[in-house]
RNA sequence: GUGGCUAUGGUGUAGCGGUAGCACACGAGCUUGUGGAGCUCUUUGUCUGGGUUCAACUCCCAGUAGUCACC
């Protein structure tokens, strides 16, 4: 018996776009759907009842994290992500594979998985290799059994494989979870993104294998099942991502996810490349991605679901999306405006209190403007997924895209004259 | 009233006879499968007047202000 199933509701023609919805153990999300992302078990900075009363539909933990603090034991003991963190709905954990990059070539440096303008992300590579010789150290090394890494709390060595990431994922006991991946940086070459991908592929098989046996622990234990999503990786590459979209689409996993790193500017491109070859019916889960102009482009190419750090982390850091592009909130234009952040906006924040007074308290490291600006930017990015939704349903995705980037990018594009 | 001490960006403080650092605040930016509720950059100053000196934020005198002690 299958854990999750998908069933496409619509299909956006001429392109790879699609509405549906995904069933789980814990309930449905519908798609498009941005996936909500609580590292460690949490929502920085919010209740599961906020969570869910912005629009959230589901949330996506870290593997990585919670194996390092409370640890899958406690996990486990303390009734899984659910029970733990009191969400109800439907939950993802992330493999750890992700930290093999942000600890490895990326610890200590401005490498982002993605690259940005018309370069090649190759310039940079002299700048990082000085930067490595004045003493920052990768704190993960990569073999082909798995990742040795340090932890980032207290420079104990740990190891994960691809079995240890889907032991882990079973005690931690989300409704889906990924195989064990390696994400490269945009600055590796062709040659090296292609042996890391055929090492991914490599883990992709070990992580079914371990991950079919566990299964079959779980329903003895007449524990719900849980769905597994392969990762295709193959980087800014054509045809590597191609035949990685081959290779992993092949397997017998429940979706996929989309990994690795990218042209900031044909983030559409590259994923139409890969969910060409994907099977259709099953569900594609865009990691790490994105802000409100990276989703019209992976919708429009065939993702369903998405989740991304950057609407908490800049929520946190004052930086608020709006209809108009994004402000910061801690800025003298905000200190006198005694009106919310977004007239017509209907989040929690934006009903009750004034730009001036979330600025206020974000200038004076309130703890509240956590959260009144993670509400806001959350229910942002969810219900603008959302719309997107209901413009695919509705056969306006194509009008809504170009009135929404047109009022989106105006001020950006007025900026920068 | 007498005596001592102090006076440096918005605030709190370094410093040296050759023309000022730092922290915070202010102003702006960054953030894409969260190591870091974080990071980067910018603006702003030697109390007033006189003297010594090639050169004074630095030494001297006076004023002003603050502060402590005594009366």
């Not at 949490?42 to 919670?66: F, I, R």
């Not at 070859?277 to 429009?300: C, M, N, Q, T």
């Not at 001036?356 to 997924?385: C, D, P, Q, W």
């Amino acid at each position: 018996m299958p854990a999750i199933s998908f069933t496409i509701q619509k299909k956006l023609s001429g392109a790879l776009g699609r509405a549906g919805k995904i069933d789980t153990p814990h309930g449905v999300i519908n798609t498009p759907a941005f996936i909500v992302v609580g590292t460690k078990a949490t929502v920085k900075a919010l209740t599961p009842e906020q969570v869910k009363d912005l629009g959230a539909q589901a949330v996506l933990a870290n593997t990585y994290h919670l194996y390092l603090e409370p640890g899958e034991k406690i996990m486990k003991a303390s009734g899984g992500l659910h029970k733990i963190m009191n969400w109800s709905g439907p939950t993802f954990t992330d493999s750890g594979g992700f930290q093999a990059f942000s600890l490895g070539v990326a610890f200590g440096k401005k490498i982002s998985k993605l690259s940005k303008g018309e370069s090649n992300g190759f310039e940079s590579e002299e700048k990082e290799t000085s930067v490595r010789s004045e003493g920052l150290s990768p704190m993960a090394k990569i073999t082909e059994d798995g990742v040795l890494f340090k932890s980032y709390r207290d420079g104990s060595e740990h190891f994960f494989s691809p079995e240890k990431s889907m032991e882990i994922q079973n005690n931690i006991g989300a409704d889906i979870i990924f195989a064990f991946d390696e994400c490269t940086s945009p600055t590796a070459d062709k040659e090296y993104q292609k042996s890391a991908m055929d090492r991914t592929h490599r883990w992709a098989k070990r992580s079914l294998d371990r991950h079919i046996e566990l299964q079959k622990e779980l329903q003895a234990e007449g524990k719900p099942p849980i769905a597994l999503f392969g990762v295709v990786q193959g980087g800014r590459f054509e045809d590597l991502r191609i035949e990685s979209a081959k290779t992993i689409g092949a397997m017998d996993f429940d979706g996929f996810g989309i990994g690795g790193s990218f042209d900031k500017q044909d983030i559409g491109t590259a994923v139409s490349w890969v969910n060409r070859v994907l099977p259709e019916g099953k569900p594609r889960h865009l990691l790490g991605i994105g802000e409100p102009e990276d989703f019209f482009l992976a919708i429009e190419n065939g993702c369903d679901t998405f989740d991304c750090v950057a609407p908490t982390r800049i929520a946190r850091n004052g930086t608020l999306y709006t209809k108009h592009g994004k402000i910061h909130i801690d800025n003298a234009e905000f200190r006198e405006k005694y009106e919310p952040i977004e007239k017509d906006c209907t989040c929690y924040a934006c009903k009750h209190y004034t730009a001036a007074y979330i600025g206020y308290l974000s200038r004076t490291k309130e703890l509240l403007a956590h959260t009144l600006t993670s509400i806001h930017n959350l229910y942002f990015i969810v219900h603008l997924v959302e719309d997107i939704r209901q413009s695919l349903l509705n056969d306006t995705f194509y009008e809504f895209k170009k009135s929404f980037l047109a009022q989106y990018i105006k001020k950006d594009a007025v900026e920068n004259k």
